[in-house]
């Protein structure tokens, strides 16, 4: 059994969210916003119970940010770019496609930026309209493209 995610399938599966004329421009793992905080030194048999409360935290600091900004936010997310939607689903294990949690109209998002360099995961901020802007960390090597497809930089035909 392969630990890889087996993104075919999660393709398979967003496919079935999509509207008529819609295609996938992109499949991607995002994660949700986190207080990136530093870490220090703590007993060993503390880390069980800072891992859980980290990851409760880290659970409900995306709810309330979805709340504010009317971006459906998870923890981990698998996102689907088409021309004219942002589509946005939990994971489960291995990246694998969770509950659908709702998608973002692409005429909501004002711009996008992307405010970290490298080449794991990136930052990228998506300013909305009329909320407040939302950060997202995505696989770096996706991280610019994803910013300037947001803003309206380039279009989908533009890959090729």
């Known amino acids: 059994m392969s630990r890889r995610p087996d993104w075919e ?3 398979a599966a967003a496919a079935g969210e999509l509207r008529d004329g819609e295609s996938i421009v992109v499949l991607f793992p995002a994660l949700g916003p986190t ?11 503390l880390i069980p119970v800072i891992v859980a409360v980290e990851r409760w935290h880290w659970r409900r600091t995306a709810q309330r ?5 009317r971006f459906p936010l998870a923890p981990r997310m698998v996102m689907a ?5 942002l589509l946005i689903w939990a994971t489960g294990r291995r990246w694998s496609m969770g509950p659908f949690i709702g998608f973002v109209t692409l005429d909501r998002v004002v711009q996008a930026d992307v405010l970290t360099v490298g080449s794991g995961w990136r930052t990228v901020r998506v300013d ?15 991280a610019e493209d994803l910013a300037a497809f947001l803003s309206g930089q380039f279009a989908a035909d533009d890959e090729a």
């Open 35 to 45: 207080d990136d905080r530093g870490s220090g030194l703590v007993p060993a048999l």
């Open 81 to 85: 770019l088409t021309e004219r939607r």
């Open 65 to 69: 940010l979805a709340r504010q900004s």
């Open 128 to 142: 909305l309209a009329n909320e407040p802007a939302v950060r997202l960390k995505v696989p770096g090597d996706l």
């Open 9 to 11: 399938a999660n393709h």
